[in-house]
């Protein structure tokens, strides 16, 4: 049973920050769809933008590549279900809502404001959460 759940929670730690990736950049890249018909001149900063939320999806491979090297899953399972759960929902919400931060800036740029730079900030914010929950899995022992 500590096996099953060991390996159930290094799929869902990459599966859920896969499915967050996918959704955060789908959100992003409608919005730079919609974007390239207004002003079709500023295609680089909403393809930097739609692309943010990807690092999630990065953060789950990482762990998961690491943890698979890395532990006993026949003696550490409870652990590392509880660990992948939480670093694959934190990971999946971070890039959903960092994927509707871009979006919004996107949207943004296209108008003619300038908000690129405060937008690539913004955006860092719900990354963060991220890369805590990437640090805390790999500092596991």
């Known amino acids: 049973?500590?096996?099953?759940?060991?390996?159930?929670?290094?799929?869902?730690?990459?599966?859920?920050?896969?499915?967050?990736?996918?959704?955060?950049?789908?959100?992003?890249?409608?919005?730079?769809?919609?974007?390239?018909?207004?002003?079709?001149?500023?295609?680089?900063?909403?393809?930097?933008?739609?692309?943010?939320?990807?690092?999630?999806?990065?953060y789950g491979f990482v762990a998961f590549l690491v943890w698979l090297g890395k532990f006993d899953f026949s003696?550490?399972?409870?652990?590392?279900?509880?660990?992948?759960v939480s670093v694959g929902i934190v990971c999946m919400l971070s890039a959903i809502r960092q994927g509707k931060v871009c979006a919004?800036?996107?949207?943004?740029?296209?108008?003619?404001h300038d908000v690129f730079t405060n937008t690539l900030i913004y955006a860092a914010l719900p990354e963060f959460y991220a890369i805590l929950g990437l640090v805390g899995a790999l500092m596991l022992k």
Not at 104 to 112: A, E, F, K
């Open 1 to 58: 049973m500590n096996e099953i759940l060991g390996y159930l929670g290094l799929g869902l730690m990459l599966g859920l920050a896969g499915i967050g990736s996918s959704i955060g950049t789908t959100i992003a890249g409608n919005a730079a769809e919609g974007a390239l018909r207004v002003n079709p001149e500023k295609s680089g900063n909403y393809m930097v933008l739609s692309a943010l939320p990807a690092t999630q999806g990065i």
């Open 75 to 84: 003696q550490n399972g409870a652990m590392l279900f509880g660990v992948g």
């Open 104 to 112: 919004n800036g996107i949207v943004g740029v296209s108008q003619g």
